[in-house]
C-alpha cells in the first residue's frame, strides 16, 4: 500500500478514535415539547407527538409550568385539523425531534459507528492484497456516507472530513489495482440543515395558562371548555405568588366569568333536554306522529334561541327524538297492517278451533309427551291418546289453508303433531322390544313434538293480538 493512502486511512481512523472513548451525553427523560402553529400565528404546546386522526388533531398539552422534574399537568386537546398551519408545524417536529436526538441518542449512536468504522480501518494495514484493502475502505466509506442522513445529519462536519480522507484513499487504491484504468464516481454526501424552524423555549407559568385560555377559545367541545378552563384557574391559584398580580387578577377574572358562562348555558340546555325528553314519553306512549316532528322543529327552535351553543348535547336529543318518532311509525304501520290482516286472523283461528281446538287439543296430551320424553313409563291408554290427538290435528290442519302470515306457525303446528305420532310410534317399539335405546329415540321425538308445538302456539297467540309499543 503506497505510503499516502496508509497515512490517510490511519488519519481517519485517528479521526473517529476520540468518540469512541469520549463519555456518552447525559439522557434526558423528558418528552420532547412540540408546536401546533395555527394559521392565525398562534401555537400551543405538545407534550410528546401530536396525532392527526381524520380531520382532527389530538395531542397532550401542558396546563402549568414544568417544575424540576420536567413535569406538568396535561390536558387531552382535540381541535379542528384544518385551523393548523401543517408546513410550519412540521417543520417544527422535525427540529424538535433532531434536539431531542441530539441530547439524548446521538453520541451513542455516533460512537457506535465510529467503533465500526475504525475497527474496519485498522484491519486495512493487515489486509493480504489490495482489493481486499480497497473493499474493506470501501464498505468503510458506504457506511459513514449513510450515517448522518439517517441520524438528523449529527456531526456532519466531522463526518465529510472523514469522507474526503477515505476517498482520497479510495482513489489511491484503485489506481494502485488498476493502473491506468479506473473509476473515480464516488457518491458525495452533502450535508444540510436538520434545524428547519427555530425552537422555543418551554413555557412559564404565564405561558401555559395563556395558551390554555388560547385553547378554549379554538375548542369546540362544551366540556373541553369548561375542563379547560378549570385547568387554568387551578394553574393561576397555584402559581400567584410567581406572577404579575395584576394579570393574575384579570386572568382569574375573565376565565372565571367564562366558566359562570359555559355552566349556565349547561343549566339551559339541561332544562330544555329534561322537558323535551318528558314530551318524547308523554306523545311516544300516545304514537302521537304529527307531535313528535313538531318536537324535532321545536328543538331546532329552541336550541337557535339559546345561541346553538350546545350541537353535540342537541344532536343526541335530537337521536332520541327521531329514534322514538321511527319506533312509533313502524308501530303505526303495524298496526295498520294487523288491522288489514284482522279478518284473515279470526278465519284462521275460527278454523282451528271448531269444532275442537286443536291447540287446546294438542295440550291435552302434553302430560302423556313427557313421561315418554322423560322415559317416565307411558301407558298403552296413554299413548293411544296421544296418538288420536296428533291424528286428529293432522287430519284438520291439512284441510285448512292459513294466511301467509300464518303458514309458518301453521306448519309448525303440523310439524309437532307428525313428531308426536313418531315418538307414540317408537315408545311402542321400545316396550315390545324392551330397548333402552329405542326408548331414548322416543324421548327425543317427544321433545321435538314439545318445542314445536309450543312454538306454533307462541307465534299464532303473537300474530292473532294487535302490535303493542314498546
Not at 268 to 281: D, E, G, P
Amino acid at each position: 500500500m503506497k505510503r499516502s493512502t496508509l497515512a490517510g486511512v490511519l488519519i481517519a481512523a485517528c479521526l473517529l478514535a476520540p468518540a469512541v472513548s469520549e463519555a456518552a451525553a447525559p439522557v434526558v427523560d423528558d418528552a420532547t415539547l412540540f408546536r401546533v402553529f395555527f394559521k392565525d400565528g398562534t401555537t400551543l404546546v405538545s407534550y410528546g407527538e401530536f396525532a392527526r386522526v381524520g380531520d382532527r388533531v389530538v395531542f397532550s398539552m401542558p396546563v402549568g409550568a414544568m417544575d424540576a422534574a420536567g413535569v406538568s399537568p396535561l390536558h387531552l386537546v382535540n381541535i379542528a385539523a384544518d385551523r393548523v398551519d401543517w408546513v410550519r408545524t412540521n417543520r417544527y417536529a422535525e427540529s424538535a425531534r433532531t434536539v431531542h436526538y441530539f441530547a439524548t441518542q446521538a453520541e451513542a449512536d455516533y460512537a457506535a459507528v465510529s467503533n465500526d468504522v475504525t475497527r474496519t480501518l485498522n484491519e486495512v494495514a493487515l489486509a493480504p492484497n489490495a482489493a481486499k484493502r480497497l473493499a474493506l475502505v470501501e464498505n468503510a466509506r458506504k457506511a459513514l456516507a449513510e450515517w448522518p442522513r439517517n441520524h438528523f445529519n449529527y456531526r456532519a462536519a466531522e463526518v465529510q472530513q472523514m469522507l474526503t480522507l477515505l476517498d482520497e484513499a479510495i482513489t489511491d487504491l484503485r489506481a494502485a489495482s488498476a493502473p491506468g484504468k479506473f473509476d473515480l464516481s464516488l457518491s458525495a454526501y452533502t450535508g444540510e440543515s436538520s434545524l428547519l424552524e427555530p425552537m422555543l423555549p418551554p413555557p412559564t407559568s404565564k405561558d401555559a395558562i395563556e395558551e390554555t385560555l388560547l385553547a378554549v377559545r379554538i375548542s369546540e367541545s362544551a366540556a373541553e371548555r369548561e375542563a379547560l378552563l378549570d385547568a387554568a384557574l387551578g394553574t393561576l391559584d397555584r402559581s400567584a405568588a410567581t406572577l404579575p398580580a395584576d394579570w393574575v387578577s384579570a386572568t382569574r377574572a375573565d376565565a372565571k366569568a367564562a366558566l359562570d358562562a359555559e355552566r349556565q348555558v349547561d343549566r339551559r340546555y339541561q332544562t330544555l333536554s329534561r322537558r323535551m325528553l318528558l314530551q318524547v314519553q308523554q306523545r311516544g306512549r300516545r304514537a302521537d306522529v304529527r307531535g313528535l316532528e313538531q318536537m324535532l322543529a321545536a328543538i331546532q327552535r329552541r336550541d337557535a334561541a339559546l345561541g346553538n351553543r350546545r350541537p353535540d348535547d342537541i344532536n343526541a336529543l335530537v337521536a332520541t327524538v327521531q329514534a322514538r318518532l321511527d319506533a312509533v311509525r313502524a308501530f303505526r304501520l303495524a298496526r295498520d297492517r294487523w288491522a288489514m290482516r284482522a279478518p284473515a286472523y279470526r278465519r284462521y283461528r275460527a278454523s282451528i278451533s271448531a269444532p275442537v281446538d286443536l291447540l287446546a287439543l294438542f295440550a291435552r296430551v302434553k302430560p302423556a309427551l313427557e313421561d315418554v320424553k322423560a322415559l317416565a313409563g307411558s301407558s298403552a291408554g296413554a299413548l293411544a291418546a296421544v296418538h288420536r290427538a296428533a291424528a286428529q290435528v293432522l287430519t284438520r290442519a291439512s284441510a285448512i289453508e292459513p294466511p301467509d302470515d300464518l303458514r309458518g306457525a301453521h306448519a309448525l303446528l303440523v310439524s309437532a303433531a307428525q313428531m308426536a305420532e313418531s315418538a307414540v310410534q317408537i315408545r311402542r317399539e321400545a316396550t315390545l322390544a324392551g330397548s333402552m335405546a329405542r326408548a331414548w329415540d322416543a324421548s327425543s321425538a317427544a321433545a321435538g313434538a314439545l318445542m314445536l308445538g309450543a312454538r306454533a302456539k307462541s307465534e299464532m297467540q303473537l300474530l292473532f293480538r294487535p302490535p303493542v309499543l314498546r
